[in-house]
């Protein structure tokens, strides 16, 4: 006991080395609950565990300086200093803050999705973060103004003013945000819908932010689109009103086909087929006699938009292959040209005296070539 109060005693008679104790102690404390949190990320891997990762490096950086302003406080030096010490301090405190909100509206979002087709979590929670940030930022940089003694109400009057600028400034972006809030309310689409811009682009629904909206394309591209021109252009969501589409096969056969022997083939192409949506019928319509084939549609509903593209695919080959199989032919463009014998267009003729014309000049040119070759 007497050690302790001689080391008080000392350290009353050295303030700095009061405060040099302060903080390394601090500082041995931070890598201490580092040291733990480290550990227990290894070891488990829960809700918790997420947490931690992303908070552990802010609450090192929090402790330490914590503990320097402890151990500087009653050392009276420069306000200007206390105030650097204070921001920074803040700062480490806000982002701290910032994530357990963060953490917080992902886990309340992911509660209320449980048993929600329309995917809460995904649609609207990244608006709702991003609000979030936006206003922790604000709340943030008003806490350190007033710190450093900035008065807020005459700053609050000027930015009304500053407010109606910026806003001009910033319409784009606040039609983005705006864009984006109607598009999620509404319910236009949601994480995962495939898309098909009015543009011609066409992909899947990767993520719905404040500013744009991720579309991921099938050439496994990223196609960044503002929400405003989502909200204001047309586009086509195959995922609406249900998973089940329609796919239309347009065939074409040549003339001298039997049209009810067609439609028979075609049909038989997909019948007793899994991927069909059985309480729709099967049809195959003739919808039209063309310049040189007779054309058909195969039109038939599946239960899965997201299949749409690769059971196209697989009945058109097997259409290809049934119309050869039953000895049916698929045209490619021709044309006929009937002449009668002397009677043949102008045309033709010119052709056929240009023709003759540059036969002769060949073969005066050769007979020329021999001729000076005998001389020599």
């Known amino acids: 006991m007497g050690f302790f109060q001689k080391l008080l005693e000392l350290l009353d008679k050295f303030p700095l080395a009061d405060a040099a104790l302060i903080f390394v102690l601090s500082f041995v404390l931070a890598i201490i ?36 302003f402890l151990a500087i406080t009653p050392l009276q030096i420069s306000k200007v200093i206390m105030n650097i010490i204070q921001t920074f301090f803040d700062i480490a405190l806000f982002f701290i803050v910032s994530l357990l909100i963060d953490e917080f509206l992902m886990f309340w979002g992911r509660s209320l999705a449980r048993g929600s087709r ?13 609000f979030a940030r936006i206003l922790m930022l604000v709340f943030a940089i008003f806490v350190i103004l007033t710190l450093w003694g900035v008065s807020i109400g005459p700053l609050l009057a000027s930015l009304g003013v500053a407010g109606i600028i910026i806003g001009f400034g910033l319409k784009d972006s606040t039609a983005n945000i705006f864009g984006g809030i109607s598009l999620v309310m509404d319910k236009s689409f949601r994480i995962g819908d495939i898309v098909k811009l009015e543009s011609g682009e066409l992909g899947t629904v990767d993520e719905i932010g404040i500013r744009s909206t991720r579309i991921k394309t099938f050439d496994d591209e990223m196609l960044i689109v503002p929400n405003s021109i989502l909200a204001q ?3 086509i969501n195959y995922a609406q009103p249900n998973d089940e589409i329609r796919i239309v096969i347009p065939v074409g056969v040549a003339y001298g086909s039997d049209p009810e022997r067609v439609k028979r083939v075609l049909k038989n192409v997909v019948k007793g087929k899994k991927y069909l949506d059985t309480d729709k019928e099967v049809m195959v319509w003739f919808t039209e006699m063309n310049d040189f084939s007779l054309d058909f549609k195969l039109i038939f509903y599946i239960s899965d938009f997201r299949r749409k593209f690769t059971i196209q695919d697989e009945v058109t080959t097997e259409v290809f292959y049934a119309l050869k199989e039953n000895g049916i032919k698929i045209p490619f463009p021709t044309r006929t040209l009937y002449m009668e014998k002397g009677k043949a267009p102008n045309v033709v003729k010119a052709v056929r005296k240009r023709t003759k014309k540059a036969v002769k000049k060949k073969k005066a040119k050769k007979k020329a070539k021999k001729k000076a070759k005998k001389k020599r």
């Open 33 to 68: 609950i580092e040291e733990l949190i480290e550990i227990y990320i290894r070891g488990y891997n829960n809700k918790m565990t997420h947490i931690l990762t992303r908070i552990h490096k802010p609450l090192f950086l929090f402790i330490v300086l914590y503990g320097l």
């Open 118 to 130: 329309h995917s809460f979590s995904h649609e609207v929670m990244p608006l709702i973060r991003g």
């Open 233 to 235: 252009n047309k586009f």
